[in-house]
């Protein structure tokens, strides 16, 4: 079969919306994109990670792309969060390519994991400001870390992130942007977000062509996807300074809980 004839343009306005959300807020990748093919689309959890992985990793790249032309990019911190990052996405692929991944069991593991972070990544979005005050009265109570625990506790966030994105696609956004901004008050909100999604370009590229190589890809879905996924996410990073973000987030949150909800009781 050719691609337009099984072209489907409602992948496309999928991609198009979820791109601009990345753009503006630095979440909704993984944590609409993989819940939509699943509860939308009806494609298996595996095949919907694998594919949403190599999505994610090319719309990034033009994210990449204008957040680094207006100097939103921490290359140091970028660097600390894929030295823990990168082993572990390729250990948790070692993992999937040994189990039977169209089985029930691994198809509920995916769906459940992925239901229980769309549910702490909404609690994040919503409740980010109180969270982080908190974090920081309890670490002013305190002396100042130094940068090198700084950078270890980075690395260690970017192991726990590489685990999350390669198992379900979701967990670089809100999840990390908000540790970030605990580890690095002094940086910019702008900075921390387009760091993070950087950061996730080899994550998810490495993520999905783990996915590929067992089997997991439906390139015809990604190529639809990306059709929509890139002028979206282009369009999101260039709106991002000029939108009220924290309504955007309260929409998105709203959303990511319902999605969860219809995950978890599926």
């Keep these: 079969m050719t ?5 489907n343009p409602l992948y496309s306005l999928s991609g198009l919306f979820v791109g601009a959300l990345v753009g503006i807020t630095g979440v909704g990748g993984g944590s609409l994109m993989t819940p939509l093919l699943v509860l939308l689309f009806g494609v298996h959890p595996a095949t919907a990670v694998g594919t949403d992985l190599l999505y994610a990793a090319v719309t ?3 994210g990449t792309a204008v957040h680094g032309m207006h100097g939103r990019v921490n290359w140091r911190v970028v ?4 030295a823990g990052s990168v082993p572990a996405a390729l250990l948790m692929l070692w993992l999937m390519a040994g189990v ?11 769906t459940t994991a992925l239901g229980w972070l769309l549910v702490l990544t909404a609690v994040m979005l919503i409740f980010r400001k ?3 005050a908190f974090a920081r009265r309890a670490m002013g109570e305190r002396s100042a870390p130094s940068p090198l625990t700084v950078s270890a506790f980075t ?14 696609s979701v967990g670089a956004g809100a999840l990390g942007v908000t540790v970030l901004l605990v580890l690095y008050p002094r940086l910019d909100v702008r900075e921390i977000v387009g760091s993070d999604i950087v950061h996730a ?3 998810t590229l490495i993520g999905g062509m783990g996915y590929w190589m067992i089997g997991e890809i439906d390139w ?12 979206g996410i282009i369009a999101g990073s260039l709106l991002a300074p000029k939108l009220h973000e924290r309504t955007i987030r309260i929409v998105l949150a709203l959303t990511l809980a319902v999605v969860a909800w219809k995950l978890l009781t599926a």
């Design 60 to 62: 990034k790249s033009a």
């Design 79 to 82: 660097g600390c969060l894929a």
């Design 100 to 110: 039977d991944r169209k089985s029930i069991g691994v198809a509920h593991t995916i």
């Design 130 to 132: 109180p969270v982080l």
């Design 155 to 168: 690395v260690i966030l970017g192991l726990a992130l590489g685990i999350l994105v390669t198992l379900t």
């Design 3 to 7: 691609f337009l004839s099984d072209f």
């Design 220 to 231: 015809g879905m990604l190529l639809a996807l990306l059709v929509g996924s890139i002028p």
């Design 201 to 203: 370009v080899p994550l």
